[in-house]
């Protein structure tokens, strides 16, 4: 459906924050393109002897406050515009939790499941001799994402270095830690999540070790949301959690642990002992203090938002809701985390390795946890406050604060 467009969709909620923030028409439309964007075609050799041609992207959303940052996604449905939209709410991303980076994003169409590891790794390298002249610590920094691991980053950290002929830790983040890589990255991402849904317990007067909580898309974000919720907050019911392939659900616990255990041993969360069938359409819906939709855009629509019974909605997903959603949420009452304040830690922490590789000192797991905290504490606050004071939900907030100081930086430079 063209409406569920993803970069249409981040330019209405740019548009959105645009009005409210009276920004001039130039710096208006220089926020709502990628300032470049990068097409390429990869021959990759497969394991048969045959090649196989595959479409790949880099899109360098704007670098008014930094170098781009921001991950690569390896999925068959891969496009141009979900890649522009992940660019942009990186760039947002980026500013809302404040750190001197722009945003960015890449992306090859392909289905990793059926590609074998040296498969893999001749895609990981043939992108990064593709991509190699538009990349740099100071220019643009691909990270993991999607189907996408700390391996296939060693992989592209060796090539690049390759190409260049020295040494470059920092242009690669999301790095196994024997090459440079940061402790705390692994569960940064949910970590993030899972601090703002603190906050957000203290500022609806919910006592948070007694809530319970579903979690849509049981993958690496999904998981560890699943153990830090209990961790964070002191407590907490794990309801129902789901993948691809369905859900399971019981009302009276699940151990994250064992769901955890039995997704690695299977590669699916359906037939988990203990529990009962439930459809991803039907977990989104349960009555529930906090919903964390954590698989792939667009969970949240129209047509469901209306019986979405949670107190809080954790966005560790990108683009999870769309704008109809969102307003229907906020009349009812749902506390929307939204995804590019829920989702930053992983970013945060890909700044902190950077960061390190850039001072080859690196920092113990307790200062990135504690450092961490302080950014998503402060930038959680930053938004509500702003959510209060122009009274409206909590992604126009986050848009407000991100957009004005990226437009504030264009200014400054006098591109605008």
Known sequence: MSELNPFKIAQAQLDEAVGILGLDKATHDLLRWPMREFRFLLPVRMDSGETRIFHAYRVQYNAARGPTKGGLRWHPDETID???????????????????????????TCNPKELSETEKERLARAYIRAAAPHLAVDRDVPAPDVYTTPQIMAWMLDEYETIQGCKHPGVITGKPIPLGGSQGRGDATARGGVYTVREATKALGIDAAKTSYAIQGFGNAGQFAATLHREVLGGGTLAAISDS???????????????????QETGRVAGLPGTEPISNEDLLELDVDVLYPSALENAITADNAARIKAKISCELANGPTTPEADKILFKNGVFVIPDFLANAGGVTVSYFEQVQNTYNYYWTLEDVHSQLDRRMTDAFHAVHDMSKKESVHMRLAAYLVSVSRVAEACKLRGWV
């Open 82 to 108: 979900t890649v522009r939209a992940l660019a942009a709410w990186m760039t947002w991303k980026t500013s809302v939790v404040d750190i001197p980076l722009g945003g960015g994003k890449g992306g090859v």
């Open 245 to 263: 392939g369905g859900g399971v659900y019981c009302k009276n616990g699940i151990d994250p642990d064992k769901a955890i255990h039995y997704k």
